[in-house]
């Protein structure tokens, strides 16, 4: 199947600090990827879809200004958690579907921690 | 607005038995895809099974087949000849065209199986 990948998988900072992190699909153009934030023992929650080239679609909630998803090509991209806070350590996962493609591809997850 | 339920936060089967994790669903769309994926401690989204609204017959990968009843909107997992491997957590999906075909997970049942 199709392979998507994750950087870093984990990472650990200070509370007010800048965080990004990368999605990749390694063999095929992730044409929209969603980006999913799963809290300890919680379900995944959509947190935005972006469609390579255009602005990403952010859930009800998201803060937009907070959370900045960049998909600048068709086999990345990224989740920037700005200033971020300890309410934000959460483990952070994306996913990618191609054109065409029903089926999405997950990649393994970040665990971020704000100290 | 999709719904998805799982009513089993928490469930244990004996090495070698068969196991089935309840799913419920509720949405106004005709054409839809139901999905169930496991996820252990690592954190990585595996995908299982899938289900599409209009297949007739139930879907079957490997040890693990969905009992899909359309008309009580009802995809419950079948685990059979569970392995140790497969203690985990394990979610219950949906996605329709309609809702641009974003997932909608369930809350999760953790499989605990007994040696």
């Known amino acids: 199947g199709a392979v998507v990948s994750q950087h870093p998988s984990w990472v650990i900072c200070k509370s007010g600090t800048s965080v990004k992190i990368e999605c990749r699909s390694l063999d095929f153009q992730a044409t929209t990827m969603f980006w999913y934030r799963q809290f300890p023992k919680q379900s995944l929650m959509l947190m935005a879809t972006?469609?390579?080239?255009?602005?990403?679609?952010?859930e009800q909630g998201v803060e937009k200004d907070k959370f900045l998803i960049n998909h600048a090509s068709l086999t990345l991209s990224t989740l920037t958690v700005t200033s971020a806070h300890p309410e934000d350590s959460s483990f952070y996962i994306c996913?990618?579907?191609?054109?065409?493609?029903?089926?999405?591809?997950f990649g393994p997850g970040t665990r971020l921690t704000v100290l | 607005a999709q719904k998805i339920t799982q009513t089993q936060p928490g469930m244990f089967v004996q090495e070698k038995e068969a196991v089935t994790l309840d799913c419920t669903y509720d949405?106004?769309?005709?054409?839809?895809?139901l999905f169930w994926y496991k996820q252990p401690s690592s954190g990585e989204m595996i995908f299982l099974i899938y289900q599409g609204s209009y297949d007739e017959q139930n879907a079957t990968e490997g040890r693990y087949s969905l009992n899909f009843q359309k008309a009580r909107k009802s995809a419950n997992l079948v685990i059979s000849a569970s392995q140790l491997g497969d203690s985990a957590m394990y979610f219950c999906a949906m996605r329709s065209p309609n809702t641009g075909n974003q997932f909608y997970f369930g809350t999760g049942t953790s499989l605990t199986v007994i040696p």
């Open positions: 996913s990618a579907r191609t054109s065409g493609r029903t089926r999405q591809f």
């Open positions: 949405t106004s769309d005709q054409s839809y895809g």
């Open positions: 972006s469609n390579e080239g255009s602005k990403a679609t952010y």
